[in-house]
């Protein structure tokens, strides 16, 4: 892969920082009890089993620590994190090394320090680590490389005669074709707000190939008058008008969106290459689950992006409390959860997407046409967004973006006051 190149871009934009608090001595042969705080409830499939399953090797490996762990859905894990934020962490907890989450959360000082060189072997792609530093230290370690994409049934589509869209313009058209079918389009979690934000991203960087220096400009400033953040809502607006997305997507959840499309009633699905593991869900029909393929956002017409320009980034990982009164454990158990052959060897072979470290060694040629795809659109990749537009700025930013953006989708805002609210919100 091309892995300096890629990795240097996707952590573009990405710093943070802290303080570390003190540990209390832990004897080996102690009874230890662990916190692990996790944004992953299903723990079946998925992320969540490649979690389960180290913890449950750490505890066999180590009688005498008790994991315990507690399992939110995003939205709520990030809402009661706050609460924990000023209340007292647990021990192990799950980050974004993204601004508008890592910046304020390293400036309360809730998060350890981690000794970078502990982690020289670990294969970790160039790069992929700097979302998590500040000021030359390491706070936290990322879990993944996110692609956005567009997964879709293949059966459904050639059983219908229809193609994959080669241009923007033409997957507007064909979610007429759909609609007419009596099938949703496009499945959309409208409802949390960062996925329609991911979109718009998307779109952006298919404009502008670059929107790095345009998104930090605009944040700094309060100035989202630029006309590549116009045009990129338009286009937004333009797929919601079309009919792209199902009816009520402006309200609806993750849960919602995802069962539209693993249960056949709609023919495409956008999220990020993390559900790949879709493919192997045996709650999900076999006639479904073995039919998902994927495809990247499709090129609009007069922007600087080609098909191999993908909207990518590390997002997802994992920190040690500050304040842990079992910190040592905590590190070691981070640090044993890191090993080149547990989560990411784990998380390729139970098909949950791309690692933050090298998983060349963990390929055999059996993996699902969906992770081989995935892996396909990462090796092709010519350039790579970095950070979403709405994790570039302060958490006032992101709220604002995430809470506004199904109103200008929908009409019910026009796109001038839409970029002049969240330009408010950053100063």
Known sequence: MK???????????????????????????????????SNLPDRKNGQGLVEQMIIDEYMEANPNVKIEVEALDEEAYKTKFKAYAMEG??????IWGQPSFLDEVLDAGVLAELNEADYADY????????????????????????????????????????????????????????????????????????????????????????????????????????????????????????????????????????????????????????????ALNEDIPEEIRTNIRVFTMPVVDGGKASATDIEAWNGGGYAVSANSEVK?????????????????????????GMSAQDQTDYMTGDETELMKQIVEIVTAATSVSGTTINDCGPSAFKTSIESEIQNVSNGTTDIDTFLTTIGGSCK
């Open 89 to 94: 962490m647990p021990d192990v907890v799950n």
């Open 123 to 278: 294969k970790f792609i160039e790069g992929s680590l700097e979302g998590f530093k500040k000021d030359g230290k390491l706070y936290g370690l990322p879990r993944n490389t996110d692609v956005a994409v567009i997964y879709y049934n293949q059966k459904m589509f050639e059983d219908n005669g229809w193609e994959v869209p080669s241009t923007y313009q033409e997957m507007l058209d064909l979610a007429g074709t759909i609609n007419e079918a009596g099938i949703v389009p496009m499945a959309m979690d409208g409802g949390d707000g960062w996925p329609m934000a991911v979109y718009l991203s998307d779109v952006m960087f298919k404009l502008t190939g670059d929107y790095k220096d345009t998104v930090s400009n605009a944040i700094a400033n309060g100035d989202f008058s630029d006309q590549a953040f116009k045009d990129a809502t338009q286009l937004l607006k333009d797929a919601a008008d079309a009919g792209l997305f199902q009816t009520g997507y402006d309200s609806q959840d993750y849960g919602t969106a995802m069962n539209l499309f693993t249960n056949g009633q709609a023919a495409m699905f956008y999220m990020g290459s993390w559900e790949a593991s879709m």
């Open 3 to 37: 892995k300096k190149m890629i990795s240097v871009l996707l952590t573009a934009a990405m710093v943070a920082g802290m303080t570390v608090g003190c540990t209390t001595m832990v004897h080996a042969d102690d009874e230890i009890t662990l916190k692990v705080f």
């Open 328 to 352: 040592e454990e905590a590190i070691k158990f981070l640090n044993y959860m890191y090993q080149p052959d547990k989560l990411s060897k784990y998380g390729w072979e139970n098909g949950v």
